[in-house]
Structure formats: C-alpha cells, structure tokens
C-alpha cells in the first residue's frame, strides 16, 4: 500500500525556519517525481515545488521567491522542504503528492502537515 | 503561466442528480494534461480523473471527464451522498507551475 507522511510542521514565529518531511512506503520512491502543495485555512490548493525522481531537476512557485527548498534522499525513501524567511502568508497544511509515472498528475497524496506562522 | 477558473464557484443539487463541472484555462492545456480531484472536509484530496477523461484507480463509472484545448468538464452522472465535497481541476503539461483550479464546491440542496 503506497503511503506519504508528513512531519515537521508546527508553530513558527515570522521569519523563521522549518523543515517537513515527507516518509513514502508502499513503492519504488526513487522512480517517482514528487511535489508539495500547500493549503491555506479555507482557501484553496496550490502547487509550491516539484522534484524529479533523481533530484536532479527542481522548479518553485514563483511567489516563493527563493525561500524554500525541496530535496530528496532516495535510500531513505524521504522528501524535503527546508522554508526559510518565514511569513504569515506561508500558513497552510503542506501535503507532499507523488506524481503518476505514466501520467504526471498527483495521483498519491498524504494527511498533511500544518504549519502556523505567528507571533 | 495557465490560469485555471472553474465555475460555477458553488453547485447545489440533490443526490441522483446529475453535476456538470467546468474548468476553462487560459491558454491550451497540451496533450490534455488535465485531472480533476475531489477533497472532503479534512482529507488530502484525491485523483478523479487524468489525462482529461481517464478514470484514476477505484474511481467510480459516475464520475466522467472530457474537453480539450482549454475548455474542460466534469460530470458526475447520479450524485451519491458521498460525492458532495469540493472539486479542483489541475493542469500539469510541461514543466511547472502546475496550477489548479479555485475550486468548485458540490453542496446538497
């Protein structure tokens, strides 16, 4: 059974920093590209990083503007997202997704993670 | 970067109803990399429909895509109690941004 879960998320005061974590099992993680997205209170889904399945190729949402980082580490079946400068606006539940391998939709999902930056 | 707007923004029907979903995109949404998910109250959402029209694993037969280019739809033939919840369309052709939809929620009336 494939499973995404997610840790790391917490309260955090602006400006600071957080690591998640994103542990997969159930599948050959080192053949999948994977991404996180991100839910604000209410609001709707949106994409913020995907990373090939080698870690070799990475893209961002542009309004991230540099201060988060995704990675990987394929012989401990983890995904990463380092988030720096942290502020208000990055409160969400942060699901990491895997993306199909014959179709590049999020077709596995974790529980998610809840991150709150305040003061 | 493709800009997703579905309507209508809310849907009130009632079950064995039939839904009709729409997401039109800004520009042409290649090869049809076009899925649909579903995400009830406190749920990571879930793959409907990819590729336009193909149904993901376990998805039942009710649940139907189609469209191309840049306008596409979602129907649900005979709603079920379980199927009110909101629907996201997402466009993932290329390379990223892989932009979703604002989201259309599917209440009982």
């Known amino acids: 059974e494939v499973q995404l879960v997610e840790s790391g998320g917490g309260l955090v005061q602006p400006g600071g920093s957080l690591r998640l974590s994103c542990a997969a099992s159930?599948?050959?993680?080192?053949?999948?590209?994977m991404n996180w997205v991100r839910q604000a209170p209410g609001k709707g889904l949106e994409w913020v990083s995907y990373i090939s399945s080698s870690g070799s190729t990475i893209y961002y949402a542009d309004s991230l503007k540099g201060r988060f980082t995704i990675s990987r580490d394929n012989a401990k079946n983890s995904l990463f997202l380092h988030m720096n400068s942290l502020r208000a606006e990055d409160t969400a539940v942060y699901y990491c997704?895997?993306?199909?391998?014959?179709?590049?939709?999020?077709?596995?999902w974790g529980q998610g993670t809840l991150v709150t930056v305040s003061s | 970067e493709i800009v997703l707007t579905q309507s209508p923004g809310t849907l009130s029907l009632s079950p064995g109803e039939r839904a009709t979903l729409s997401c039109r995109a800004s520009q042409s949404v290649s090869s049809s990399y076009l899925a649909w998910y579903q995400q009830k109250p406190g749920q990571a959402p879930r793959l409907l429909i990819y590729g336009a029209s193909s149904r993901a694993t376990g998805i039942p037969d009710r649940f139907s895509g189609s469209g191309s280019g840049t306008d596409f739809t979602l129907t649900i033939s005979r709603l079920e109690p379980e199927d009110f919840a909101v629907y996201y369309c997402q466009q993932y052709a290329g390379s990223p941004p892989y932009t979703f939809g604002q989201g259309t929620k599917l209440e009982i009336k």
């Open positions: 997704a895997r993306a199909g391998v014959f179709s590049s939709s999020f077709d596995y």
């Open positions: 159930g599948f050959t993680f080192s053949s999948y590209e």
